[in-house]
């Protein structure tokens, strides 16, 4: 049965992110099959709310099946949970990882929580409304990454929680054409209503130029997270370190690719040549022994001007 968890996580992580893989493969091996295990779970919750297959084809759901899929999710959550078994590979592989690491079930709920504001299509009028977002599906999963990594420490789980956030700021300046062609924006409309744009006309190609330019402020929005998870990884045991530097320099290369090319970017899907992330990962073992060779010194640039989950 757990070779068959281990494989179909793998097949997930291969499939669901190639970026993610790539760096995640740095991990020794029983924390790299954790990893995976996670991942495959947070892969099919989201997969399921957003109605796609591994991050691809996404199309419309109506709300009462989005509603529907949601509760089972809950319900399904909540029954690995308290330790019973689940048919379904994806939470097999969840109830592995809450044995392993004892991950507090709050975190698993707060993930649900962000895929129940893409279900209920929640508007995100603020920048906080979208960083508040970004903590529930993605900042939390690094902090789920934190305990699998045996990270306790209050102040690393903010900055893992602070790298989940940059990576979604990153995906969500990637996506804005393809979220507007299912009827989503995550852009604040404090920022729509600034550069004269009506959400329900976003779509249209006269304002690929202006959406580019706000999908370029969030890429900048990220740089000060980014500089954050940075820090953190002084701590982490430094395979670990390795392999999140690598990520970060990975997922960072899109925001300045998107950047770079200007609404042109979003002609095709954006994505990191095998060549480039593999010189972000000699990049990342760089960056990992010089913040192990950090180590010992103290205290850290603290964290100021950055979104905070209160009570993590």
Not at 176 to 190: F, I
Not at 200 to 225: F, I, K, R, S, T
Not at 270 to 294: N, Q, T, Y
């Amino acid at each position: 049965m757990m070779e068959s968890v281990s494989a179909y996580s793998e097949q997930s992580i291969r499939l669901g992110s190639k970026s993610f893989a790539r760096a995640a493969a740095l991990f020794e091996p029983r924390m790299r099959e954790s990893v995976m295990m996670l991942y495959a779970w947070c892969r099919y919750c989201d997969d399921v709310i957003d109605g796609q297959v591994l991050g691809h084809d996404q199309h419309r759901l109506s709300q009462a099946d989005k509603n529907r899929r949601l509760a089972l999710l809950r319900e399904e959550t909540e029954k690995v949970c308290d330790g019973h078994a689940s048919d379904l590979p994806a939470f097999a592989a969840l109830g592995e990882v809450l044995r392993r690491h004892r991950i507090p079930r709050r975190h698993l709920f707060e993930l649900l929580d962000g895929f129940a504001l893409d279900a209920a299509e929640a508007p995100f009028a603020t920048l906080d409304d979208t960083l508040h977002y970004c903590y529930h599906v993605a900042g939390v999963v690094g902090v789920m990454m934190g305990y699998i990594m045996g990270v306790r420490d209050e102040q690393v789980m903010h900055r893992a929680a602070d790298l989940g956030i940059a990576f979604q700021l990153t995906n969500i300046a990637r996506d804005v054409r393809e979220d507007l062609q299912v009827g989503r924006c995550y852009l604040p409309e404090e920022w729509l209503a600034r550069a004269r744009i009506d959400p329900g006309q976003a779509h249209l190609p006269a304002h690929a130029p202006a959406l580019h330019a706000l999908a370029c402020d969030l890429v900048e929005l990220a740089e000060p997270y980014y500089d954050s998870a940075r820090i953190g990884i002084a701590a982490l045991p430094w395979r670990c370190g390795w392999a999140i530097a690598g990520a970060l320099r990975i997922y960072r290369d899109i925001g300045l690719k998107l950047r770079a090319e200007g609404p042109a970017a979003w002609d095709t899907r954006l994505r990191v040549s095998d060549a480039r992330k593999l010189w972000h990962l000699c990049g990342g073992f760089v960056a990992a022994s010089v913040a192990a060779g950090r180590r010992p010194r103290s205290p850290v640039r603290p964290r100021t001007g950055l979104w905070t989950k209160a009570g993590m």
